[in-house]
Nanobody, 127 residues
């Protein structure tokens, strides 16, 4: 069982930056694929970025070049650095995890591929 706790959300002006963190419990964090999803009111939950246990990354087209996902296995934490934020980036951001083989390149874009979820952190972007 893995518990995920997100932090780092808040209100930022358009063009600003935020860094989200997701701390995971458990001793096998390095075996997990991790991802950030977001959900705006009235919209479906969508992948923002994912990182495999082997370090492969995947980004939504809308955030490529602006957001960076990274992981620190020693701290059992995954990060999402968000730069050049736009009003359309405003949403609740969720951390998700799925256990895979260590060193795997598996990263899935759909929420159904992940077994564990955090409670979410709100990101607001003022124009």
């Amino acid at each position: 069982q893995v518990q995920l706790v997100e932090s780092g959300g808040g209100l930022v002006q358009a063009g600003g930056s935020l860094r989200l963190s997701c701390a995971a419990s458990g001793r096998t964090f390095s075996d997990y694929a991790m991802a950030w999803f977001r959900q705006a009111p009235g919209k479906q939950r969508e992948l923002v970025a994912g990182i495999s246990s082997g370090g492969s990354t995947k980004y939504a087209d809308s955030v490529k070049g602006r957001f960076i996902i990274s992981r620190d296995n020693a701290k059992s934490t995954v990060y999402l650095q968000m730069n050049s934020l736009k009003p359309e980036d405003a949403a609740v951001y969720y951390c998700a995890a799925r256990r895979t083989l260590r060193g795997s390149s598996w990263v899935q874009s759909t929420p159904t591929g992940y077994d564990y979820w955090g409670q979410g952190t709100q990101v607001l972007v003022s124009s």
